[in-house]
């Protein structure tokens, strides 16, 4: 034993080399456990982001349904609206003999306007405006020297936006440019 311990005062390099491998070992386990508290907070993080997320998601879907909720039976609606509207137009006011039941088509329609206002359904009735694909679905295209190419002539059918989306377009006859000029100052002197 004397000998074991005489071997290893004498070799310094011996001593050096077991002082630094705890040392290194110990850097070095330090390091693994850093990175791995690194992954383990960035996880952490993207757990936290992630659940806010579906949060987020959650309060959307619900605010959705709660607005669109009416969506289909608004829809199902429109042609009753329709059609009052459509008898309103085809009945003469100054008949005598319908009178009774005009004013009670013109109540009705007005109960409906405001009911559907109430639950924010809004007509698009786009006479006269720019023709807009988003809320207006064109059916035919005529010439017109009256107004701007692109503008909504006619209106067979009113649209409707549900809390700004839209639920029905409305249908539409838009102006083009003629085809032939118009006759100039000139050729009608």
Known sequence: MADEQTLDTQNPEAQAAEAV????????????????????Q?????MAADLQNVRRRAEQDVEKAHKFALE??????????????RGLE????????????REGMQLTLKLFHDTL???????????GAPFNPEHHQAMAMEESIH???????????????????LLRPAM??????PTTPPPSIDEQA
């Open 72 to 85: 289909k039976f608004a829809g199902d609606l429109l042609p009753v609206i329709d059609s009052l509207e």
């Open 21 to 40: 491998a705890p040392s290194d070992d110990l850097a070095a386990r330090v390091q693994t456990l850093e990175e791995q508290l690194a992954t383990a």
């Open 117 to 127: 206002a109430r639950y924010n359904l809004e007509a698009i009735d786009p006479h």
């Open 90 to 101: 085809l009945s003469s006011p100054d008949d005598v003999s319908i009178k009774a039941v």
């Open 42 to 46: 960035d996880q952490s993080l993207r």
């Open 172 to 177: 539409v006859v838009v102006s083009k440019a």
């Open 147 to 165: 107004t701007e190419p692109n503008s909504v002539l006619k209106v067979f059918q009113k649209g409707y936006l549900l809390n700004g989306r």
